[in-house]
Each structure stands twice: as structure tokens, then as C-alpha cells.
């Protein structure tokens, strides 16, 4: 288990940059979640990553980050059981959950939503197609939270 959550790595050009989103990756695939991981940091965004689903629920009650991408195949905790636990708590209730998952099928979408993600990626995806993904929720995010 990666323990190393301080400091969170800021933009892309080496400053740290706190006003920025904080989104927390979750992926027990390290070469994707280091991948998934550099783009957005590149892209601006500060980023923290979780292995398992334990590390993961652990991260996000610590961090509170804007936005988490969840692997539903996890060790441990699964990622489906991860998101569950993350929506009943109103520490985390509210943080959208994307379901990044190499499960295709239209099933593990339903399950996905029916345990509280937010939206579903098939995996693998261009990384340019995540980042609109994630703009697009914490866009609507940031508009829902001016509403209330």
C-alpha cells in the first residue's frame, strides 16, 4: 500500500498550485493510474493516488478531493463496495465518483450507477477524453453547488 499522500503534486509546470481540483486516482494497474495520474497533473489538476480500495476510502476521507476515479476491479475493498461506502458518508457523499473500469458491458454500467458512481469510462481511453469527462462533472458539480 502507497502511504505517500503529502505532498500532492501540483500543475503540470512544478508549482503548487492549491485552488486547483484535486482529483484522486484509483487503479491497482500502477503503469495505468501513473499514466492517467501524469496527464492530469499536466493538465493542471493536483492528483493523489490510491492501489486498493482500503488505500482508497483511507485517501478520500484524508484528502476530501473534488473528484475520484475508481477501478471497480480492486483488491480488497472492490471498487463497486469503495463507492458505496464513500456515498453514505457525508464527508464524501457528495465527491463524484467516475468509474474507470475496463468492464464494458452494459451490466457493470447499470452496477456502477446502482452503487453511487457518477459516470462510466471504459478503459482503455485517451486520456483527452477523461479530461473532458472530468471537466464536464465538476463543471456541473460547480454549478449544482452555486444552486443550493
Sequence with gaps: MNKSTIPISGDGDGSDSNDQPLILVVDDFEDG?????????YSGYRVDEAADGY??????????PDIILMDLSLP???????????????RTSKIPVVALTGHALEAHSRSAKEAGCD?????????????????????SAAAKNKVE
Excluded: H
Aim: glycine share 4%; aromatic share 10%; proline share 4%.
Design 55 to 64: 488505500e482508497a476510502l483511507e485517501k478520500a476521507f484524508a484528502l476530501l
Design 119 to 139: 459516470a462510466f469510462i471504459v478503459k482503455p481511453c485517451m486520456p483527452m477524453d477523461l479530461l473532458n469527462e472530468i471537466r464536464r462533472i465538476l463543471d
Design 33 to 41: 493510474r501513473e499514466m492517467y495520474a501524469s496527464y492530469l497533473r
Design 76 to 90: 480488497g475493498i472492490d471498487g463497486w463496495q469503495a463507492t458505496r461506502e464513500l456515498k453514505k458518508d457525508a
